[in-house]
């Protein structure tokens, strides 16, 4: 079952992206060692695979920089 984007974006808070806004359903998401993800589709709807995917990855490319 795939997980919601409100998941999503809770994983990214606490890995420490900050909500920078966006148009419509659109979020924008920055780290601050300079990863950007953008987020789309609302809070209760289903994330698509590549999304669950993209933020995974992000999230580890972050934990990565700290560990250098």
């Known amino acids: 079952m795939p997980r919601k984007i409100r ?3 809770k994983n990214l808070e606490l890995a420490g992206f ?6 419509g359903n659109h ?3 920055i780290h601050a ?9 609302n809070l209760g709807d ?5 999304q669950e995917k993209l933020v995974r ?3 580890k490319d972050t934990q990565n920089e700290r560990e250098r």
């Open 18 to 23: 900050v909500n920078r806004g966006g148009k």
């Open 27 to 29: 979020r924008n998401f």
């Open 7 to 9: 998941e999503l974006i």
């Open 57 to 59: 990855q992000k999230i």
């Open 33 to 41: 060692s300079g990863y950007v993800l953008t987020i789309s589709g």
């Open 46 to 50: 289903d994330a698509k695979p590549y």
